[in-house]
């Protein structure tokens, strides 16, 4: 049987790549391939490079209104995008390419969207209140956040929390759960 193979996408630090490189390393059966960006500086290609795994840094241009991401991944053979922490939204070639999964840190549907990613989101969910927050991890389409939904778990939003420490408990879920659907996705599926 083919290596199954992971493309990630990250914009930012790359925690959640770094924990889903650390849990493939010695897997026979799946092999995390490359990591892409659209951020020259985002640490998460600093994460990759220091792991050995193939970087590739794209812009607006490329990705929107060229075939070079796509072509790049398809070269590969690739068989699962996986989004951790990718802040653009995925044009739709590649949407009908390629199986793509998103991880969010809150409880879809709610508090979903353009501009709702990090941060914002967590500001979102303190300002109502919640006592329930989570993570999401779900399909891509070709909208922000919209795609089947595959797994969710949940914290409890204490009233002393900030985006800070609410960010640090949906962190320890996702690098908790992310690996694991992944690989249960990609041995499923192909
Ligand atoms: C994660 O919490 C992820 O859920 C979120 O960005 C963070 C990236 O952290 N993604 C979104 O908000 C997408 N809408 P990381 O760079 O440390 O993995």
Not at 53 to 73: A, G, I, P
């Amino acid at each position: 049987m083919d290596v199954k193979r992971i493309a990630l996408f990250a914009s930012g630090s790359g925690s959640n790549a770094q924990k889903i490189i650390d849990y493939f390393a010695d897997n026979k059966l799946v092999e995390v391939n490359c990591l892409l960006s659209n951020k020259p500086d985002a640490f998460a290609l600093e994460r990759a490079r220091k792991a050995g795994v193939d970087t590739l840094l794209f812009n607006r241009e490329q990705f929107y209104h060229s075939t070079f991401v796509s072509d790049w991944l398809q070269e590969r053979k690739i068989d699962l995008i996986v989004l951790a922490g990718f802040l653009w939204l995925v044009p739709e070639n590649i949407v009908r390419e390629f199986e793509i999964l998103n991880i969010h840190p809150a409880l879809l549907p709610q508090y979903g969207g353009k501009n709702m990613y990090g941060m914002n989101v967590h500001k979102a969910v303190l300002d109502n209140h919640e006592k329930i927050s989570g993570i999401t991890i779900h399909y891509v389409n070709e909208k922000y956040d919209d795609g089947a939904i595959i797994f969710q778990a949940t914290c409890p939003v204490s009233y002393d929390d900030s985006p800070e420490s609410l960010a640090e408990k949906i962190h320890a879920l996702e690098h908790q759960y992310y690996p694991k659907i992944i690989e249960e996705i990609i041995l499923k599926n192909h």
